[in-house]
């Protein structure tokens, strides 16, 4: 069967579905055992294509469930999913009054969590589904449209559901994901960032806390398998010196991440303001890199890209002088449209980002 690359089904904070094209290029020419041991919203599993052997874990016992519940019983899963149709406060509220159900793990109640995680997902500030019970209050309904076109989400689950038959889906930590592993098996690992073992415990990203020392244990596990190896990490000296030995790769990608924020503890009680994070990504790798592959430049809606876009409109209001009306049309009409998309041409969003963009802009300024 041939399989085409699928994005996440999810939102997932410190997720790498917008970049995971460009990841797949510094995958091993060969191998026929895949194992992303941090899956999350696995976009790398998604867009890589199948190998004869593929696993996915992640600590988080909600993403078990769901990839558990997509790949044995889509159907079900689509049946529910639908049944949730009505006030989605109120259905959120529900699903997380259901505490009892957030705090199972193993086999216990699968469907139930698989479309409790997925809504919360959906609908939750930034993804961001935290499970852990001293940290619940951190569950904001903020994003109620993301349970809009319910049809066109379970189609796209649906492919979702294909991709993951056949697949080990496991819930532990990450050491057990290591075992057995050959030179035919490529494992990519997407820990939490190092700077998230800093920051203090409300503004951490994932359940369970990944400790300075969860980060030496995994570079000495890494360090110790045979397995060709590919790591997604934060620009830090710290990854450098942990991955010292030669046979380590490094590659500095540059794409940048906005609207993520990450405090020290010390930031937090001297009351330091938040601050925004920019930077690239650390990739290493122990095997020779590939020698084709694609540049990476990926921008994401930022002060910079703000300002490109901004001298486009003003290029574009130049360009449509005196024409009456063209200048108002811009935003509605196709092809006045797709004349100013291509002004953007460095920018990797979709068309939709870009309207999106430009309409707050036009409202903030009263185009
Ligand atoms: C950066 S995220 C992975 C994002 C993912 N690559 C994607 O594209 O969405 C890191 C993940 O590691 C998981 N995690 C944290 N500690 C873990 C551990 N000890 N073993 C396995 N997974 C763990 C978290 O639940 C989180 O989903």
């Not at 309904?141 to 038959?165: D, Q, V």
């Not at 409300?202 to 969860?214: A, N, R």
């Not at 930031?267 to 994070?277: L, T, V, Y």
Request: glycine share 6%.
């Amino acid at each position: 069967m041939k399989q085409r690359p699928l994005k996440s089904p999810l939102r997932y904070p410190g997720g790498k579905s917008r970049v995971a094209k460009y990841l797949r290029e510094y995958a091993p020419a060969k191998y026929n055992d895949y194992r992303e041991i941090f899956a999350g919203g696995a976009a790398m599993f998604f867009q890589l294509p199948r190998a004869r052997k593929s696993w996915i874990n992640d600590l988080h016992p909600g993403l078990y469930a769901l990839y558990k519940t997509l790949r044995d019983d889509f159907d079900a899963f689509a049946k529910e999913c639908r049944k949730l149709d009505g006030d989605r406060r109120k259905i959120f509220n529900d699903l997380i009054g259901r505490r009892k159900l957030m705090e199972a793990t193993g086999d216990d109640h699968l469907l139930e969590r698989a479309v409790q995680y997925y809504y919360l997902n959906r609908t939750v500030w930034g993804g961001r589904v935290v499970f852990d019970p001293e940290r619940k209050s951190r569950l904001y309904f903020s994003n109620p449209e993301g349970w809009n076109n319910i049809e066109k989400k379970l189609e796209h689950m649906r492919l979702i559901s294909e991709k993951l038959a056949g697949v080990n889906i496991t819930c532990l930590d990450f050491k057990h994901c290591l075992k057995g592993a050959t030179e035919e098996t490529f494992i990519y690992a997407d820990p939490p960032y190092i700077r998230e073992s800093d920051c203090h415990p409300t503004d951490k990203l994932y359940d369970k806390s990944f400790t300075f020392d969860c980060h030496s244990r995994l570079a000495k596990a890494l360090d110790a398998t045979p397995a060709k190896v590919m790591i997604s990490y934060d620009v830090c000296q710290e990854v450098r010196e942990r991955y010292s030995d030669p046979k380590w790769h490094f590659e500095e990608l540059q794409w940048k991440y906005c609207g993520r924020r990450a405090v020290s503890k010390e930031h937090k009680s001297a009351n330091r303001k938040e601050k925004k994070i920019e930077g690239g990504e650390l990739l290493v790798f122990n095997y020779p890199p590939p020698l084709e592959r694609k540049p990476v430049r990926i921008m994401r809606y930022n002060e910079e890209l703000k300002k490109r876009v901004k001298k486009a409109h003003a290029e574009m209001m130049e360009l449509h002088r005196g024409i009456p009306g063209r200048g108002d049309r811009w935003v509605t009409d196709p092809q006045l449209r797709s004349e100013f998309i291509q002004h953007v041409t460095e920018c990797e969003w979709s068309e939709s980002e870009i309207l999106g963009c430009l309409l707050s802009m036009r409202k903030a300024s009263k185009l």
